[in-house]
């Protein structure tokens, strides 16, 4: 059984907007872009690359797999942390994926809070963090994640800035530090990576990403100038 600890704040439940595929939070009047969104242009031509190598209609196609593939792995994923039995999906897949994860999982303790809307007034963006809790005895912003294939660590800075956003975001919100990010990702090829590092050697790409996200959208869209 997972321990719930009480949070030490209310979080509130905000809603995402899309504008022109990109994804907004209001939140206290302010426009505040997804963590994801911002951290698009980091991707966006590798992106590019990759739809134009393999052509539009199979690249549309393998995103909506994985897309599924994701949710489906999330929802059993959170049905495990909730002390939920029986599957919640009828996807072979994502059950495979999922009991690859699940000893790594079994780590963690003390859940603060599972697909909680965090925010930075700070530096103007939102997102919806997977996991806050206890990873081996640490409180961590915990990310899962699922893949093709085995993951090298240099394809995934993009995930440790994703966690590194969600602790200053909590941080900044509660007052309680958080020094741990935990990304697990299950491979369809049975492949299970665990990352942790500190977010702290993060912060400052981060704080890079997201005004290099501000300048690409200063023009178009003035009315999410949030940023400090």
């Not at 504008?19 to 997804?34: A, H, K, Q, R, T």
């Not at 303790?109 to 930075?120: A, F, P, Q, R």
């Not at 660590?153 to 900044?172: F, G, R, V």
Request: aromatic share 12%.
């Amino acid at each position: 059984m997972f321990i719930h600890a009480t949070p030490p704040v209310e979080f509130k439940e905000f809603k995402r907007k899309n504008v022109d595929g990109l994804g907004f939070y209001e939140i206290d009047g302010m426009n505040m872009p997804s963590v994801t969104t911002v951290l698009s242009v980091n991707s966006s031509e590798g992106i590019k690359q990759w739809r134009r190598n393999v052509g539009e209609e199979v690249a549309d196609k393998e995103m909506q797999r994985a897309a599924i593939r994701g949710k489906q792995l999330h929802l059993l994923v959170e049905n495990h942390l909730n002390n939920k039995e029986g599957y919640a999906t009828k996807y072979v897949l994502p059950i495979g994926l999922f009991h690859n994860m699940k000893p790594y999982l079994n780590k963690i303790d003390n859940i603060v809070g599972l697909e909680k809307v965090l925010y930075s007034k700070k530096y103007g963006c939102a997102g919806r963090v997977d996991c806050i809790a206890e990873y081996e005895g640490k409180l961590s912003v915990i990310d899962f994640k699922s893949a093709n294939k085995e993951k090298k660590e240099e394809w995934i800075e993009n995930y440790y800035l994703q966690c590194t956003a969600y602790s200053k975001m909590y941080e900044e919100m509660t007052g309680q530090s958080i020094n741990n990010i935990v990304v697990l990702i299950a491979g369809e090829d049975g492949s299970m990576n665990v990352f942790q590092k500190d977010p702290n050697d993060y912060e400052p790409k981060f704080v890079e990403t997201l005004h290099k996200f501000y300048k690409s959208i200063e023009d178009k869209y003035p009315e999410y100038k949030t940023a400090q």
